[in-house]
């Protein structure tokens, strides 16, 4: 079992940026991958990027090219910086750690852009 705690969330302008932090209460490094996920109103949970224990990283289409996943595997943090923040950017964001067993999910960080 891990505990993941988000943070960074807030209402920021469109056109601005901001950074996520995820917080894990152990070692990241026992995870096949660490990710954020969000879930804009009404809407799925869809993925943002993810991020592997050898540094391999992934983005959704709707925002590659201004965002940037990382890990510090030694404060056992992942961090998302976003950038040129759109409307349809707002969402509760989700921390994942996954193993080979299961999902492990954070409470979640809500992100307003406002036009």
């Known amino acids: 079992q891990v505990q993941l705690v988000e943070s960074g969330g807030g209402l920021v302008q469109a056109g601005g940026s901001l950074s996520l932090s995820c917080a894990a209460s152990?070692?990241?490094?026992?995870?096949?991958?660490m990710g954020w996920y969000r879930q804009p109103p009404g809407k799925p949970r869809e993925l943002v990027a993810v991020i592997t224990t050898g540094g391999s990283t992934n983005y959704a289409d709707s925002v590659k090219g201004r965002s940037t996943i990382s890990r510090d595997n030694a404060k056992n943090t992942v961090n998302l910086q976003l950038s040129r923040l759109k409307p349809e950017d707002t969402a509760v964001y989700y921390c994942?750690?996954?193993?080979?067993?299961?999902?492990?999910w954070g409470q979640g960080t809500q992100v307003t852009v406002s036009s």
């Open positions: 152990r070692s990241i490094m026992s995870f096949v991958y």
């Open positions: 994942l750690a996954r193993s080979a067993e299961r999902e492990n």
